[in-house]
């Protein structure tokens, strides 16, 4: 992805990580009301159908979503929003 030299916020298509990259991803822990999602980075170990699995501190996770390190996380994306200077089929 791109950022916005007019609100610094990010547009465009996001990188496709591949195996063996590292890749950002979240990581979601506790239960309830007492859940928190944090971010990590890891390495890309397969591309399933229903996700990835990545490799962080010999543990293997499965992630819905993981994004190029050079991409904004989807944290960053959810609490900083996109940018919307610019028209374009950003969400489908
Ligand atoms: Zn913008």
Request: hydrophobic fraction near 25%; include cysteine.
């Amino acid at each position: 992805m791109e950022r916005c030299e007019t609100c610094r916020k990010w547009y465009g298509e996001p990188r496709q990580p591949k195996v063996g990259d590292m890749v950002n991803f979240t990581v979601q822990s506790g239960s309830g009301n007492r859940q928190r999602i944090s971010s990590r980075t890891g390495k890309l170990m397969l591309i399933k159908d229903d996700g990835y699995s990545v490799i962080y501190r010999k543990t293997v996770y499965h992630a819905d979503h993981v994004s190029h390190p050079a991409d904004p996380n989807p944290l960053t994306l959810a609490f900083g929003g996109m940018c919307e200077c610019i028209e374009g089929p950003i969400h489908e």
